[in-house]
Nanobody, 119 residues
Framework: QVQLVESGGGLVQPGGSLRLSCAAS????????MSWYRQAPGKERDLVAT????????NYADSVKGRFTISRDNAKNGAYLQMNSLKNEDTAVYYC????????????WGQGTQVTVSE
């Protein structure tokens, strides 16, 4: 059974930091690119950051470049998002995603974790 379980969300003041974690199970984690998406109320789900299966390449949305860092640990089947200098506009539900583009595309989602940035 495939599972992606996010944790680490919460309430933080502007300028603060949070570290999100995504624990994966039920599939070969090291063969999947991992991404973090976010969805604010009334808005579409947007891509925040992606790391390739080996961790060798990382990409970020312009809005988070220089503030967020995505990482992964294939030995622990975990993906992470370090979020620094948080802004009110970072408030959203953050989702972990696993994607494999093989003969058959496989795409898995976690249940999401709420991040609220507020005074």
């Amino acid at each position: 059974q495939v599972q992606l379980v996010e944790s680490g969300g919460g309430l933080v003041q502007p300028g603060g930091s949070l570290r999100l974690s995504c624990a994966a199970s039920g599939f070969t984690f090291s063969r999947y690119a991992m991404s973090w998406y976010r969805q604010a109320p009334g808005k579409e789900r947007d891509l925040v950051a992606t790391v390739t299966s080996t961790g060798g390449n990382k990409n970020y949305a312009d809005s988070v470049k220089g503030r967020f860092t995505i990482s992964r640990d294939n030995a622990k089947n975990g993906a992470y998002l370090q979020m620094n200098s948080l802004k009110n506009e970072d408030t959203a539900v953050y989702y972990c995603n696993a994607l494999s583009l093989g003969i058959v595309t496989k795409n898995y989602w976690g249940q999401g974790t709420q991040v609220t940035v507020s005074e």
